[in-house]
């Protein structure tokens, strides 16, 4: 069996370049997926977190409900709910835009962002609960003391302490969200995983193709590795782990 490990170099058959092109295309809009979808999962989940620490019942149970939804339900089962829920959820202009005014590509990459971000935020919430619920409770006692409100203390002093101790673990998120992009492929989004058919159609060169998307999704999740653990470094507060 002989390996043709050059055809990532070979002309493709539209005359758009070479297939290193279709395999950069899919890695930036793999990127662009976790990037959308991190940032819906981290606002959205530091929310629910912050709810499950407050001493109102109503937000609590909220905040439990929201975690216990989207935690439990498999990924690709939501991604599919949100294939088929999300133009009926949309009305009028709103829907017909969606519908015909955006390419496939686009609408797909808006629904998968979407259930990639609401499955990440329910994992995210439970991190930021935890962040919060080990600082020392001197240190909101301190902020009440010192004037500042319920929402100033988690602003200024709660939150930039929390986010500090649940640094790993939310680097371990950012990695999962990159991988977990690939489930978007069976909605029909072009990322990383569904250039691999793309390329094989033309070439036929299975194991070579996914030896190249293997390396890619690798160098991504070192690069995410390399600066959350710069970011962690800079951050890092002198006895972080002890308090009043």
Same mark, same amino acid.
Not at 108 to 124: C, D, P, V, Y
């Given at each position: 069996?002989?390996?043709? $490990? ?8 539209? &005359? ?21 979808? $991190? ?5 959205? &989940? ?54 015909? &005014? ?44 010192? #004037? ?39 909605? &029909?989004?072009?990322?990383?995983? #569904? ?16 030896? #190249? ?32």
């Amino acid at each position: 069996m002989s390996f043709n $490990w050059t055809l990532f170099f070979e002309p493709t058959p539209y &005359g758009d370049g070479i297939y290193l092109n279709w395999l950069l295309d899919g890695i930036f809009v793999t990127v662009s997926l976790a990037v959308t979808a $991190w940032i819906i999962a981290f606002v959205l &989940g530091s929310l629910v977190g912050i709810c499950r620490t407050l001493d109102n019942e109503p937000l609590r149970k909220f905040a439990i409900s929201y975690i216990q939804l989207f935690r439990n339900i498999p990924l690709l089962v939501q991604m599919f709910l949100w294939y088929m829920l999300f133009p009926e959820i949309l009305t009028g202009s709103l829907k017909t835009w969606f519908v015909s &005014g955006l390419s496939p590509n686009i609408s797909s990459f808006i629904i998968a962002a979407t259930a990639l971000g609401l499955f990440t935020s329910a994992r995210i919430a439970e991190q930021v609960r935890t962040g919060i619920q080990t600082l020392p409770k001197g240190q909101r006692y301190a902020a009440i003391a010192l #004037g500042l409100t319920n929402r100033q203390a988690y602003t200024y002093i709660l939150l930039p302490n929390a986010y500090r101790r649940i640094i790993p673990p939310l680097t371990s998120e950012m990695t999962n969200i990159i991988k977990n992009s690939s489930v978007a492929s069976t909605i &029909g989004l072009i990322d990383l995983i #569904g250039q691999i058919d793309r390329i094989n159609e033309s070439t036929n060169s299975i194991v070579e193709i996914l030896c #190249g998307v293997t390396i890619a999704f690798m160098l991504i999740n070192y690069a995410v590795l390399t600066i959350m653990h710069l970011v962690e470094k800079y951050t890092r507060l002198p006895n972080m782990n002890h308090g009043g």
